[in-house]
Nanobody
Framework: VQLQASGGGLVQAGESLRLSCAAS????????MGWYRQAPGKQRELVAT???????NYEDSVKGRFTISRDNAKRIMYLQMNRLKPEDTADYYC??????????????WGQGTQVTVSS
């Protein structure tokens, strides 16, 4: 099982980016998925999560600007980031609770995708 994150880049403050996280491999189902970020010199923090049923949760600083979504058929999760701010600059990581057999699951992490927001 692999998670592949993509979509990062360099943008100016106020602009938008959409991150994607694609799951591949032997997958029976995917439960909760999430995006985390880690800025230089800081700890990794939760950005947003989404359950299999579509319930979402956001870190306070991104509420109203970021939207997490998923396409269960394609096994892809998205993070639409609008009105980006310099403080959103970080490496963004996706993770997911994946059933790799019918009865066993574990959390997987994707590699980071870098987001840089200039002022």
């Amino acid at each position: 099982v692999q998670l592949q994150a993509s979509g990062g880049g360099l943008v100016q403050a106020g602009e938008s980016l959409r991150l994607s996280c694609a799951a591949s491999g032997t997958i029976f189902s995917i439960n909760t998925m999430g995006w985390y970020r880690q800025a230089p010199g800081k700890q990794r923090e939760l950005v947003a999560t989404i359950t299999l049923g579509g319930d979402t949760n956001y870190e306070d600083s991104v509420k109203g600007r970021f939207t997490i979504s998923r396409d269960n058929a394609k096994r892809i999760m998205y993070l639409q980031m609008n009105r980006l701010k310099p403080e959103d600059t970080a490496d963004y990581y996706c993770n997911a609770d994946i059933f790799y057999t019918r009865y066993a699951s574990r959390w997987y992490w994707g590699q980071g995708t870098q987001v840089t927001v200039s002022s």
